[in-house]
């Protein structure tokens, strides 16, 4: 494991990061979703992809990457990650992105993007997350905002203020226009059962993403740990520089 200082709109951040098949050329870039880490990503995908130098970035605030108390957009992701390689020398024509980590891959433009249950497309909440929420504004009102702790997701749980507010930020962003900028070759990658980033968020995607290609594996949100060579071999055939 390696670590790289930046500087990004005046802060500091330090970003940790794996490099695999350093003596390769063509290099595919490899990031995680939310409260999520390199490591995952490096399991799935460490053994595979032989040909390719592969790099598995911590975002800042995830795994041993700092957010020195920064409120942070998805656009803020892309852009230090863009910083990121620049400074390690890394141009990517692959980028890989896992739920959130997808958004950032977008954003990123590479020739080749490689979605895996992406987030992006806004999922209507159920009535107990609606309920939640409506009860911890109403605690916040009445100067109970040390009750609604317990009304956090758990993906937000245990997070400073800056990634809270980060973590908002970036669940509820349009995101639609996103996908539409994009004009590469796009591969999708889904879990049949995923609930956090349903099928139907996939099928939209590929119909915004012109020639873009969906392939529904079975599995959740994790689904890429099971079907991670499978995965590779398609990234395989269908990212060359003839297919792209």
């Not at 954003?107 to 997350?129: A, Q």
Request: charged share 20%; glycine share 6%.
């Amino acid at each position: 494991m390696a670590s790289k200082q930046l500087k990004y709109n005046g802060k500091s951040f330090t970003i940790s990061y794996d490099i695999v098949n350093p003596q390769m050329t063509r290099s595919i870039v490899i990031l995680h979703g939310w409260g999520s880490n390199k490591e995952i990503m490096k399991q799935a995908f460490g053994k595979h992809l032989v040909e390719f130098k592969h790099i598995y970035i911590d975002m800042p605030g995830f795994g041993a990457s700092s957010n020195p108390s920064f409120v942070l957009q998805s656009s803020d992701y892309a852009q230090i990650m863009k910083i990121f390689l620049a400074d390690i020398g890394v141009e990517a024509d692959i980028i890989a992105g896992h739920s959130f980590g997808g958004k950032v891959a977008t954003l990123l433009k590479p020739k080749c993007l490689v979605l895996l249950s992406s987030s992006g497309i806004l999922v209507p909440k159920p009535f107990s997350v609606r309920a939640k929420i409506t009860i911890s504004k109403i605690f916040k009102s009445i100067g109970f905002s040390k009750f609604t702790s317990i009304f956090v997701s758990s993906d937000a749980k245990g997070m400073n203020h800056e990634m809270y507010e980060t973590f908002k930020n970036v669940v509820n962003e349009e995101f639609e226009h996103n996908f539409v900028d994009y004009k590469g070759r796009a591969l999708l990658f889904w879990g049949k059962s995923d609930t956090a980033t349903p099928l139907w968020t996939a099928q939209k995607i590929q119909s915004i993403i012109k020639g873009s290609l969906l392939f529904p594996l079975e599995g959740d949100h994790f689904f890429f740990l099971k079907h991670s060579q499978m995965i590779a071999q398609n990234i395989n055939n269908l990212c060359t520089e003839d297919s792209i």
